[in-house]
């Protein structure tokens, strides 16, 4: 190898570096308006994301590749922190995001993940039939999941059984609608339902309290809300979705609290048997 192919390879190494990549993508979009990202630290413009039939703008961090979603998530968790101390807590974090399991794993005395088909966690097991004993969990954390599963209340009845009655659990779906859409069968990435914010009146079912927090609740600065024209819908890729006016929509990250209710729960679960 001569020495030039070794300062080419050096030098490809040397800007192919994340920071690199970083400060290029923003030397390159210095007119674009720019953002922070809570989750790594990034500063400046975020990078637009496509799916089948939209564009959504400022979207993706060019850094660690959260989208506004998770930005929410991530500072809504701060925010838990703050309130209560997880440095005693055990969670489930099912579907795992890369850049969540760093700090989870930190923050958490016993961090646990979770999935259906994955191999890289700890156990590959259905959210419908959890093999965990009542209240094991003070954290289950579980992120666009539940409009995968068609048997959803299965699904929220096995979070309320395993989280403790001083726990909380973590369920955000995607709004894409109105109203909650439920689909005939699975469509668009295999969701059985195009979920709106009264979804979460579902929850109250197995969950004594529920608080919303949404994109509104935080500093523009970290880019929370999903800019998407939803007015093209329903396409080939979203055969039963109805269109949403404007290209502006907030998201929406509820956080469910165990308590009494999840003990009755628990016993009639027992009754049953």
């Known amino acids: 190898m001569t020495a030039f192919t070794r300062a080419c390879r050096k030098g490809k190494r040397l800007f192919t570096h994340p920071s690199l990549r970083d400060f290029g993508y923003r030397l390159t979009n210095w007119r674009k308006e720019s953002f922070m990202c809570p989750v790594c630290g990034y500063s400046g413009p975020f990078k637009d994301a496509s799916t089948p039939d939209t564009n959504m703008r400022d979207a993706l961090c060019p850094k660690c590749s959260s989208m506004e979603r998770h930005r929410l998530q991530y500072l809504v968790m701060k925010t838990l922190r703050d309130e209560m101390d997880f440095s005693d807590m055990a969670i489930l974090h099912f579907a795992p995001e890369r850049f969540f399991q760093e700090p989870f794993g930190q923050w958490f005395r016993r961090y646990t993940t979770a999935d259906l088909n994955r191999t890289d966690v700890n156990y590959r097991v259905d959210l419908r039939f959890l093999p965990y004993s009542d209240r094991s969990f003070d954290c289950v954390y579980a992120s666009h999941v539940l409009e995968h599963i068609r048997e959803d209340d299965r699904a929220l009845s096995e979070i309320s059984r395993i989280l403790t009655p001083s ?15 439920e689909y005939p069968q699975a469509h668009e990435y295999g969701h059985f339902r195009a979920p709106g914010p009264d979804y979460f009146r579902k929850y109250e079912k197995y969950f004594p309290k529920i608080k919303l927090f949404s994109s509104n609740d935080f500093p523009g600065q970290y880019q929370l809300f999903i800019y998407e024209d939803r007015t093209v819908w329903p396409t080939k890729d979203r055969p039963l979705a109805h269109p949403m006016a404007g290209e502006k929509h907030v998201d929406i990250v509820p956080v469910c609290y165990g308590g009494q209710l999840n003990e009755t729960l628990q016993e009639q679960s027992v009754a049953r048997l």
Do not use: R
Request: zero cysteines.
């Open 167 to 181: 726990g909380f659990a973590v369920l955000p779906v995607p709004i894409v609608s109105i109203t909650t859409i």
